[in-house]
């Protein structure tokens, strides 16, 4: 089975600042690896995946996360954060299988971004 | 852009009522999934589905829930006796193939039972 822990249910930065939002997995084969954002009221968007191959990924909005095989994790960051990027981010596992691709999920963090 | 769609937005429903949420999935997508969310919780998968068959659910999937594909397009999530503890968000999910991995969620259905 795997598991998936997010550091930090809140994390607040400064308009501008580093976003860095932590995530570590666990698994007991190759996982793939997601990001998603939850806006207010709104449902799961993806932001980026890892599957295979590259393991600096990119996404959209300028978010980018690595996956380091050696630490099982897989940390979201933006260089610059902006107002708009303030929303709920999930980091979720799946292994791939004949049953169904589950996603598990990681507790959340909210993102504060202060002007 | 393709999207899931859900309805209703927000469902009330008294304890012990039966009720049916309702997905329309992505239309070239063969894979569909129910998560939910209790306020304040983490995401939690309830059931996969595939070929008209369930291929896979969680310990919370037990007999008061039930899915079906009726038609063509349409995904369901039947409640067949709700409790208290059912009030969350529930978010419907495809997938064209398992290969992608990549599954895409509806805005969910917030269903609050009293």
């Known amino acids: 089975a795997q598991s998936v822990t997010q550091l930090g249910s809140h994390v607040s930065v400064s308009e501008g600042a580093l976003v860095l939002l932590r995530c570590n997995y666990s698994?007991?084969?190759?996982?793939?690896l997601f990001w998603y954002v939850q806006y207010p009221n709104q449902g799961l968007q993806l932001l980026l995946k890892?599957?295979?191959?590259?393991?600096l990924v990119k996404g959209i909005n300028g978010f980018e996360a690595e996956f380091k095989k050696s630490e099982t994790s897989f940390h979201l960051t933006k260089p610059s954060a902006h107002m708009s990027d303030a929303a709920e981010y999930f980091c979720?596992?799946?292994?791939?299988?004949?049953?169904?691709?589950?996603?598990?999920f990681g507790g959340g963090t909210r993102l504060m971004v202060k002007p | 852009e393709p999207e899931v769609t859900q309805t209703p937005s927000h469902q009330v429903t008294q304890m012990g009522q039966e009720v049916i949420l309702r997905c329309v999935p992505i239309?070239?997508?063969?894979?569909f999934y129910w998560y939910r969310q209790i306020l304040g919780q983490k995401v939690e998968f309830l059931v996969s589905?595939?070929?008209?068959?369930?291929?896979?659910k969680s310990e919370i999937f037990d007999d008061q829930f039930s899915v079906e594909r009726p038609d063509g397009s349409n995904f369901t999530l039947k409640i067949r006796s709700t409790k208290l503890e059912d009030s969350a968000m529930y978010f419907c999910?495809?997938?064209?193939?398992?290969?992608?991995?990549?599954?895409?969620f509806g805005p969910g259905t917030r269903l609050t039972v009293t």
């Open positions: 979720a596992v799946s292994v791939r299988s004949n049953a169904g691709n589950m996603l598990t």
């Open positions: 698994s007991s084969v190759p996982p793939y």
């Open positions: 890892y599957t295979t191959g590259a393991t």
């Open positions: 589905f595939y070929n008209n068959e369930i291929s896979e």
């Open positions: 239309s070239n997508h063969l894979y």
């Open positions: 999910a495809s997938t064209e193939r398992l290969a992608t991995s990549e599954q895409y």
